[in-house]
């Protein structure tokens, strides 16, 4: 499992999280979610150990102490970032088998299973053709996909993911998201994932916790988060909320009348 205790990230004399503690048990899925700058990527970012922070962070019943980002983090947690960095002139299998570096000792090479490994993934995610192209030559959704296929051929317990569908079509979004909820139950795999649209969180995810200026604000099952005053008060955003077969669906609402307002005569046509 996943325990966050007390941790906290400052930025100078700027505190961006505060004492944020929270488990998430083996194989299960948890999403933060929250407006612009709540702290969701920081919070991201200090579990994988990218930036120094305060408190405990604990995967598996390990400690991983701030500062301390060696071949044991890597084995135990796996990121997806939201703004990867990618060699422009590497190709697609070369990148993806970095991610099982950790498992090389220190002056091994790439085995028959890294390479089994790899293969299949680029496969489940779509990307086999694409295997001797140059990451740079690749879409900012092919790009995506390439990142999660490098974060799971780490084969970790965790896999931390931060906006990872932000750059994919709905048709690849969803395909990601069942791959990686397909992995969760076949790897007892613990997801921690940081993600804008709430109505997909509420789909995939077991539990939220909604972020506010660095606070974890509110914390439950989705259709206890995602109502919508708390939805009115955290994101000032008006909504309606609606229960469909995979879990809360959420629509904004606009202001009465606003829908016609800005419609010409072919719109109104269309719309009958």
Request: net charge positive.
């Amino acid at each position: 499992m996943l325990e966050i205790e007390e941790l906290c990230v400052s930025a100078g004399a700027a505190r961006l999280i505060w004492s944020i503690s929270m488990t998430v048990p083996t194989g299960s899925w948890a999403a933060l979610v929250g407006p612009n700058g709540a702290g969701k990527t920081t919070l991201c970012r200090g579990v994988t150990g990218l930036i120094d922070y305060q408190g405990k962070v604990r995967v598996a019943g390990r400690d991983f102490p701030s500062g301390r980002n060696g071949r044991a983090r890597a084995k135990a947690i796996a990121y997806v970032p939201q703004k990867p960095v990618l060699p422009p002139a590497m190709a697609v299998t070369d990148y993806v088998l970095l991610g099982r570096f950790s498992h090389h000792s220190y002056l091994g090479a790439e085995t028959a299973q890294d390479r089994r490994v790899a293969r299949d993934l680029m496969e489940r995610l779509e990307l086999d053709h694409l295997c001797q192209r140059p990451l740079g030559q690749l879409s900012g959704g092919e790009a995506q996909r390439v990142v999660l296929a490098r974060a799971l051929a780490q084969e970790a317990p965790l896999l931390v993911m931060d906006e990872p569908t932000a750059s994919l079509d709905l048709g690849h979004a969803q395909s990601v998201l069942e791959l990686v909820d397909e992995l969760r139950r076949e790897r007892s795999l613990t997801v921690l994932w940081a993600v804008h649209d709430l109505t997909l969180a509420a789909q995939y995810a077991a539990t939220l916790s909604l972020l506010s200026a660095g606070h974890v604000v509110v914390e439950g099952p989705p259709h206890l988060v995602l109502s919508p005053t708390n939805i009115d008060r955290f994101f000032g955003a008006r909504t309606e909320v609606f229960h469909g077969t995979s879990g809360p669906v959420v629509a904004p609402v606009r202001p009465f009348g606003a829908n016609r307002a800005h419609r010409g005569p072919a719109q109104e046509l269309r719309t009958r």
